[in-house]
């Protein structure tokens, strides 16, 4: 088993989370894993960085295959014995113009940004070694689209006592009501992509809360933060932060040092925490 340090990024293989891995090359002290649910597109990547010098290595993961990840678990508690930073950054979008339906939209996009991520962590966070560090990409639309949820659903999203079941709850009820065509009436803003993130970041939070009463000594710091605006496929090319400015925060968060006592389970942008 190797005492090397080891990060893994999530949906790596382009955009925030390849400019992500390329600056963990740079700074942090072991292994870092890009991964991809494509092989072919994974291994491109990780050449790519090759050629710039920076050695990332590779394995497959797709976050809506529970296989997939318990796959990726196993071989980091074999061959690390756990792991000391997640960045859960794999998530979709559907464009502003996209005529897919809206419930549809919802159903796949909170099974991915949502339902995946939550998996992810649900199988890697006990892996997690003292002073481990978690990031979760969410993204500033989370809080606009808190602020256009009706004031009880903004109340149950903010509350410190929320569960994860009850999230988990929420999160189904919302596809559940969009199937419907009564999500507006029930209070929820027309946003998936927006629902789906207030899941990430609300995630975030509960988790961090749950290291902090069942593993308090071992410094482990989680949050949820926003990498800006960036130019991906996800965003566009009129976006006004390159993916290597987008990265800054989550890097930041995934590097934050050893006797850092935060931030932890908060929302951050530009590399400040932002009310929620």
Sequence with gaps: MSNVPVAVVTGS??????????ALCKQF?????????????????VAKLQEEGLRALFHQLDIDDLQSIRALRDFLKEKYG???????????????HDTTPFAVQA??????????TRNVCTELLPLLKPYG??????????????????????????????????????????????KK?????????????????????????????MLNEKRKGDHI???????????????GP????????????????ALLPSDADGPQGQFVSNKTVRTW
């Design 238 to 253: 009129h976006a006004t932060k390159s993916p290597d400015e987008g990265a800054e925060t989550p890097v930041y968060l």
């Design 181 to 209: 065509s009564v999500h507006e009436k029930e209070g929820w803003p027309n946003t998936a992509y927006g629902v789906s993130k207030i899941g990430v970041t609300v995630l975030s939070r509960i988790q961090a809360r």
């Design 107 to 116: 159903e796949v996009t909170l099974k991915t940004n949502f339902f995946g």
């Design 82 to 96: 756990g792991l000391n930073v997640l960045v859960n950054n794999a998530g979709i979008a559907f464009k502003v």
């Design 133 to 178: 560090r978690v990031v979760n990409v969410s993204s500033m639309v989370s809080s606009s689209a808190l602020g256009n949820c009706s004031r009880e659903l903004q109340q149950k999203f903010r509350s410190d006592a929320i569960t994860e079941d009850e999230l988990v709850e929420l999160m189904t009820k919302f596809v559940e009501d969009t």
């Design 29 to 45: 002290p072991g292994d870092v894993y890009l991964t991809a649910r494509d092989p072919g597109r994974g291994q491109e990547a």
């Design 13 to 22: 293989n382009k955009g925030i989370g390849f400019a992500i891995v390329r």
């Design 221 to 235: 710091l989680l949050n949820a933060c926003c990498p800006g605006w960036v130019r991906t496929d996800m965003a």
